[in-house]
């Protein structure tokens, strides 16, 4: 069903009645935002079904938290103003802080001038609401509670608090709602169901429900607004709910004798607490303050309601009977529709648990890193800047290239820590050994989103130096110049020399760009993730993730390059075709049991990355002979073992290194420095967008990040 | 939260605001010999009551034997159903004039208001009604901390306006400087110790200056948290209730940990001709509703013949125990003839709830326990699990449940539940309503 644009609706009415201003940017933008304050379990929770909802929630306040997300997406902010120079155009807030610090998470929303804040918490002292007030009729906020359950608006599709989706709105026609029906106002949250329920059984829309509060003082009450609501013209009659105890009602009547003109449409009200057990609810001091007046009994509440001239309902089968009586039998909606929709909404099945990236999305034949398709991102963007986009959702622009450029070789250049190798040590061992024994890495700081991406250059930086260490290769790095593009240090490290070959120089950047990630289920991001959500420091956190780079997963590349350089040469060596030389290869490996790898893929039939690297191969001249054979190893495979595995990224890069003539075991030492740029990634967004020691499956991640989209 | 006479002097004395001498305070007749006193004294009894003067709970004793026998009258006294279970024993002070001065919140503004009256020593209530224009009153509207001297000043003088006009104007004017202070810090203590009401009434002009002679002054609950310091020294290690005492079901709701009153009384005689309906209704707001919707019911439909006995909290996530106990509840209770319980909810499990309904109608079967029909409805999260466990406990257990209707959905509004409910239980008795 479509819903009505937010500048038709009650909310935005009211928002226009605080703040003219505001009114008009919205009707610009179409949007309705709101900040939620709290963070605890209530308010995590209700954010996210809040937004279930429709309602956007643009921006989250939490001491102590700013700089990390809500719900993996929502900017979460230490305190209100910072949030609002960064959105100005909030209109509402709802608040869920304890009762012991509401007081002054409210006051300074207030101060801020949103119009609509709406106070959840419940049990705040008496003084500090007092305060709170003060606070509001300062400011001219429209503060609705303490302890209200919030309000819901139906048509528009928004809410603020915890009310359930169960009241349903005008229906216009089979694919459309509309804006008009009944309001509810109500000093109970339990109640409404029951409300919405009767009036919903005989047809009657609800085009908002708001609860006034039920604590001892509260910011609106029914008599500030029973008024607001008639003045929405949309807003057909109004419920009031009201219950024993307090003068609200009473309150209410006495404006109704004395100005009708307020209250132009027609009433109806609820009360209930006729049977109640007596003297549990009326102080005594109020009977002193509004002398010769008794009331909060059901009998003064109906007694002053009669006299205004409102009915009076204390059942279900009363309030539909008035109801009906005020709108002559109008109906808003077919019963039908509204039963079906009900029970589509309580059949639903639980929604399955999810957790979101915004970093990568892996889909069959395609890898999303932030909305960009990876193939467009190798040929086109180099290292630092992909990194750079994993970290932080988006490229850098010419001057921040720069600064990250200049991290990047200045860490490259200074010392690393003494390491020893030992015989047959993996790459991914002795990086991890680097990694944690580095004290510049960890004295690198790493606070806020800028700080994550520039300590993830310097990592990368500092791991063109572990390479170097790694290959033996240091020389190379030794006569360092600042303006050297970082590519050509990427080139020096991993080939030892020092006269730049442009070309193989593309190529190895390439390569590396091809393997930066692939989502969180790779052990390797699982690994880290894992670390980061114990809130480890970075530098473990990855090399955890380096850590379980091994032979069998991301070794795959080496293996390869391997295999395709003992077919050539046994072709050449005996002299014969190289498919042949590859066939009989791999007749051999298989008896022996061991595999041919770079072949198949868990997700992709046609790996994405393949023909991309293929492509640079040729432009740089690098393709030979490996590149060759690589391009028809699957058919060939499939003609010895009659199964069908395509040719993966480690097989494409496996020939590639072979044709360059580098050690087979450079194909592993480009695939963890990729690698390393993702794992980065995933430390930053665990540590920034999730609860620590959270229990993580990984089957149940949801990618949330941008949209397609395509590089210039 | 109220607190005794003796407690609000104590908090009196720390603000300096004068008090009559404390002798002390005691639990029984034996105690008064081990405190010393003087005479005239005052013989005081400490219940969370309005009005203990007029209903004979305040008397002043001469001598120690007329003491010993009111202190034996008072502690047989029962004051508005209240057991007298401790008395306080101060000094008499000597009387020329009583005035009121108290600070609360208007219901209506949210806002602080300061009240003095020159009737004091009376029915502040009373006054109230009948003079209203003898009750000076001023909103404080920004809640400060303290009363602006210059309020505290308009109000004294108003006040001692008011009083005996044949005090001398170099006394009116101490008196007044005297009056401001008190009423400043009755202020003070207001906004400081979180109360609700802050009271003197009466505060006696006597020959040695102004005395509180009684006090009064209620906590607002939300802020006991922060009062540790006021309570430690009053010795509150838990909060009190104010209500009355306490009948058996609530007491075992309250140690099973939901909200309960019991509507009908500890000893109640079941009328034969009437069906006593239990509720376990959801939230608290709805807790109210469907007494009267029950009660409404029963007048339309069935001749008033419908009596709810109980208002109960079900609402906000129990656990399957807790639910549990609230039918094993209502079916121990030997009045309730039918239970009628609704579970509606956003955030509350339909799934917990129907385990905990079974678990309790099953056990109760299991163990030849009354048992009672249950009329009811459940609507909300979790609803398909609750729908499939149920039917296989109607089929596992089908003699168990065979009284437990549960209509799923919200096909039929609570009313029309409710209203089959009586009818299918009172056909079943076969009683003509």
Same mark, same amino acid.
Request: with cysteine; hydrophobic share 40%; proline share 5%.
């Given at each position: 069903?479509?819903?009505?644009?937010?500048?038709?609706?009650?909310?935005?009415?009211?928002?226009?009645?605080?703040?003219?201003?505001?009114?008009?940017?919205?009707?610009?933008?179409?949007?309705?935002?709101?900040?939620?304050?709290?963070?605890?379990?209530?308010?995590?929770?209700?954010?996210?079904?809040?937004?279930?909802?429709? !309602?956007? *929630?643009?921006?989250?306040? %939490?001491?102590?938290?700013?700089?990390?997300?809500? +719900?993996?997406? =929502?900017? $979460?902010?230490?305190?209100?103003?910072?949030?609002?120079?960064?959105?100005?155009?909030?209109?509402?807030?709802?608040?869920?802080?304890?009762?012991?610090?509401?007081?002054?998470?409210?006051?300074?929303?207030?101060?801020?001038?949103?119009?609509?804040?709406?106070?959840?918490?419940?049990?705040?002292?008496?003084?500090?609401?007092?305060?709170?007030?003060?606070?509001?009729?300062?400011?001219?906020?429209?503060?609705?509670?303490?302890?209200?359950?919030?309000?819901?608006?139906?048509?528009?599709?928004?809410?603020?608090?915890?009310?359930?989706?169960?009241?349903?709105?005008?229906?216009?026609?089979?694919?459309?709602?509309?804006?008009?029906?009944? !309001?509810? *106002?109500?000093?109970?949250? %339990?109640?409404?169901?029951?409300?919405?329920?009767? +009036?919903?059984? =005989?047809? $009657?829309?609800?085009?908002?429900?708001?609860?006034?509060?039920?604590?001892?003082?509260?910011?609106?009450?029914?008599?500030?607004?029973?008024?607001?609501?008639?003045?929405?013209k949309n807003t057909d009659?109004?419920?009031?709910?009201?219950?024993?105890?307090?003068?609200?009602?009473?309150?209410?009547?006495?404006?109704?004798?004395?100005?009708?003109?307020?209250?132009?449409?027609?009433?109806?009200?609820?009360?209930?607490?006729?049977?109640?057990?007596e003297g549990k609810t009326m102080g005594h001091a109020g009977a002193i303050v509004a002398p010769g007046q008794a009331y909060g009994t059901f009998q003064s509440k109906r007694e002053a309601f009669e006299n205004a001239g409102v009915p009076v309902a204390n059942s279900q089968y009363d309030l539909m009977k008035e109801v009906q009586i005020k709108l002559h039998? =109008?109906?808003?909606?077919?019963?039908?529709?509204?039963?079906?929709?009900?029970?589509?909404?309580?059949?639903?099945?639980?929604?399955?648990?999810?957790?979101?990236?915004?970093?990568?999305?892996?889909?069959?034949?395609?890898?999303?890193?932030?909305?960009?398709?990876?193939?467009?991102?190798?040929?086109?963007?180099?290292?630092?800047?992909?990194?750079?986009?994993?970290?932080?959702?988006?490229?850098?622009?010419?001057?921040?290239?720069?600064?990250?450029?200049?991290?990047?070789?200045?860490?490259?250049?200074?010392?690393?820590?003494?390491?020893?190798?030992?015989?047959?040590?993996?790459?991914?061992?002795t990086l991890v050994k680097y990694l944690v024994l580095d004290d510049a890495l960890a004295k690198y700081p790493q606070e806020g989103t800028t700080g994550a991406v520039k300590k993830t250059m310097f990592c990368l930086g500092r791991t063109a130096r572990y390479l170097s260490g790694v290959l033996d290769t240091e020389k190379a790095l030794e006569k360092l110049s600042g303006n050297e593009p970082f590519s050509h240090i990427i080139y020096r490290a991993i080939t030892g020399n020092t006269i730049v070959n442009e070309k193989h120089c593309r190529m190895i950047e390439t390569m590396i760009v091809a393997s930066v990630d692939h989502g969180v289920t790779p052990p390797s991001a699982q690994a880290t993730i894992i670390a980061a959500s114990t809130r480890t420091p970075y530098e473990v956190a990855v090399a955890q993730g380096i850590g379980v780079i091994t032979d069998v997963h991301g070794g795959a590349g080496a293996k390869a390059a391997q295999f395709f350089h003992e077919c050539i040469?046994?072709?050449?060596?005996?002299?014969?075709?190289?498919?042949?030389?590859?066939?009989?290869?791999?007749?051999?490996?298989?008896?022996?049991?061991?595999?041919?790898?770079?072949?198949?893929?868990?997700?992709?039939?046609?790996?994405?990355?393949?023909?991309?690297?293929?492509?640079?191969?040729?432009?740089?001249?690098?393709?030979?002979?490996?590149?060759?054979?690589?391009?028809?190893?699957?058919?060939?495979?499939?003609?010895?073992?009659?199964?069908?595995?395509?040719?993966?990224?480690?097989?494409?890069?496996?020939?590639?290194?072979?044709?360059?003539?580098?050690?087979?075991?450079?194909?592993?030492?480009?695939?963890?420095?990729?690698?390393?740029?993702?794992?980065?990634?995933?430390?930053?967004?665990?540590?920034?967008?999730?609860?620590?020691?959270r229990r993580i499956n990984f089957a149940e991640v949801v990618y949330r990040g941008k949209e397609p989209r395509h590089l210039m | 939260m109220k607190l005794y006479e003796n407690e609000v002097k104590k908090i009196f004395d720390t603000m300096k605001i004068p008090i009559p001498k404390q002798y002390g305070v005691i639990h029984s007749a034996e105690e008064l010999d081990q405190i010393s006193v003087n005479f005239p004294l005052m013989l005081k009894s400490m219940v969370l009551v309005g009005g203990r003067g007029k209903a004979g709970g305040i008397k002043k004793a001469q001598n120690m034997a007329e003491a010993k026998s009111l202190v034996k009258t008072l502690f047989n006294l029962k004051i508005k159903g209240l057991p007298v279970e401790s008395i306080l024993l101060e000094e008499s002070v000597d009387d020329l004039g009583a005035c009121y001065i108290g600070t609360t919140m208007d219901p209506a503004t949210f806002n602080n208001v300061v009240m003095v009256s020159a009737s004091g020593g009376v029915d502040i209530e009373q006054v109230a009604r009948e003079k209203p224009e003898s009750i000076v009153k001023q909103a404080i509207v920004d809640n400060t901390k303290t009363l602006p001297k210059k309020i505290a000043q308009e109000l004294a003088s108003a006040l001692?306006?008011?009083?005996?006009?044949?005090?001398?104007?170099?006394?009116?004017?101490?008196?007044?400087?005297?009056?401001?202070?008190?009423?400043?810090?009755?202020?003070?203590?207001?906004?400081?110790?979180?109360?609700?009401?802050?009271?003197?009434n009466p505060l006696l002009l006597t020959s040695k200056g102004v005395i509180a002679a009684d006090a009064k002054l209620v906590l607002d609950d939300n802020a006991l948290f922060r009062q540790n310091d006021l309570l430690q020294m009053l010795g509150i290690s838990e909060k009190r209730h104010d209500v009355a005492e306490r009948t058996k079901n609530e007491l075992r709701a309250q140690v099973a940990g939901f909200p309960y009153i019991d509507l009908l009384p500890e000893n109640f005689k079941k009328d034969p001709q009437k069906l006593y309906v239990g509720l376990v209704p959801g939230g608290a707001g709805y807790g109210i509703f469907s007494i009267d919707e029950v009660a409404t019911i029963g007048k339309r439909f069935f001749h008033d013949r419908v009596v709810p006995v109980n208002f109960m909290d079900s609402g906000g996530g129990p656990t399957q125990n807790r639910v549990a106990d609230m039918f094993h509840l209502l079916m121990d209770y030997p009045i309730v003839d039918i239970i009628i319980t609704s579970r509606f909810g956003g955030i509350s499990s339909c799934n917990i709830f129907i385990r905990g309904l079974i678990k309790a109608v099953v056990?109760?079967?299991?163990?030849?326990?009354?048992?009672?029909?249950?009329?009811?409805?459940?609507?909300?999260?979790?609803?398909?699990?609750?729908?499939?466990?149920?039917?296989k406990e109607k089929h596992e257990h089908a003699d168990a449940l065979q009284d437990v209707h549960i209509v799923i959905g919200n096909q039929r509004i609570m009313a029309d539940v409710i209203r089959e409910g009586i009818q299918k239980t009172s056909e079943s008795k076969g009683w003509k309503l």
């Open positions: 069903m479509k819903k009505i644009a937010p500048d038709q609706g009650m909310l935005y009415y009211l928002i226009s009645k605080k703040r003219p201003d505001l009114a008009k940017t919205i009707k610009k933008t179409g949007m309705i935002e709101t900040v939620i304050v709290g963070l605890g379990g209530q308010g995590t929770r209700h954010a996210a079904l809040m937004q279930q909802y429709g !309602t956007l *929630i643009t921006a989250a306040i %939490a001491p102590g938290r700013g700089g990390t997300r809500l +719900l993996e997406t =929502i900017p $979460i902010y230490d305190t209100m103003k910072e949030c609002l120079t960064e959105h100005p155009n909030i209109a509402a807030a709802s608040i869920w802080r304890h009762y012991s610090t509401a007081k002054d998470a409210t006051i300074e929303v207030i101060e801020t001038g949103i119009p609509i804040v709406v106070l959840i918490t419940e049990g705040i002292p008496l003084r500090d609401v007092r305060d709170i007030l003060v606070a509001a009729r300062k400011h001219n906020t429209l503060l609705i509670g303490g302890n209200t359950p919030g309000v819901i608006f139906p048509p528009e599709g928004i809410k603020i608090g915890m009310l359930p989706d169960v009241f349903y709105p005008q229906e216009i026609s089979s694919e459309s709602f509309g804006p008009k029906g009944v !309001t509810i *106002i109500s000093r109970s949250g %339990a109640i409404l169901y029951h409300l919405s329920d009767a +009036l919903a059984s =005989i047809g $009657i829309a609800q085009n908002a429900v708001l609860g006034v509060g039920g604590d001892g003082a509260i910011g609106s009450t029914f008599r500030d607004l029973v008024p607001l609501a008639m003045e929405y009659l109004v419920v009031v709910a009201g219950e024993i105890g307090g003068c609200q009602e009473e309150l209410l009547a006495e404006d109704i004798k004395k100005n009708p003109k307020k209250y132009p449409k027609p009433i109806v009200a609820l009360i209930s607490g006729n049977h109640a057990p039998n =109008i109906t808003y909606f077919n019963t039908g529709n509204y039963y079906k929709k009900m029970k589509t909404v309580w059949d639903a099945p639980l929604e399955k648990p999810s957790w979101g990236t915004i970093i990568t999305n892996v889909l069959p034949n395609n890898l999303i890193l932030s909305g960009y398709s990876l193939q467009e991102i190798i040929e086109q963007k180099g290292f630092l800047e992909t990194a750079y986009l994993l970290v932080k959702g988006e490229f850098p622009d010419k001057k921040t290239a720069e600064e990250m450029r200049k991290i990047a070789v200045e860490a490259a250049t200074l010392q690393i820590p003494k390491v020893k190798q030992f015989k047959n040590e993996d790459i991914s061992k040469e046994k072709s050449k060596k005996e002299h014969i075709d190289v498919s042949q030389s590859a066939r009989i290869l791999m007749k051999e490996y298989i008896e022996k049991g061991k595999r041919i790898e770079g072949l198949g893929h868990r997700v992709h039939t046609k790996d994405p990355r393949r023909d991309v690297l293929w492509n640079v191969a040729s432009q740089t001249g690098v393709a030979g002979e490996h590149m060759k054979l690589s391009k028809i190893v699957s058919a060939l495979f499939e003609q010895v073992r009659g199964m069908n595995l395509p040719i993966n990224v480690d097989g494409v890069i496996g020939s590639i290194v072979a044709d360059m003539d580098l050690n087979p075991s450079i194909a592993k030492a480009l695939f963890i420095y990729g690698r390393l740029a993702g794992l980065s990634a995933h430390y930053f967004e665990e540590i920034s967008s999730q609860p620590v020691m | 001692s306006n008011n009083l005996d006009k044949k005090i001398e104007t170099k006394k009116r004017n101490k008196l007044q400087d005297n009056l401001a202070d008190i009423i400043s810090k009755v202020y003070e203590t207001y906004q400081r110790c979180d109360a609700r009401l802050c009271e003197v056990e109760r079967y299991e163990k030849g326990l009354r048992m009672i029909p249950i009329y009811g409805r459940m609507v909300g999260t979790d609803l398909p699990s609750a729908r499939t466990f149920l039917e």
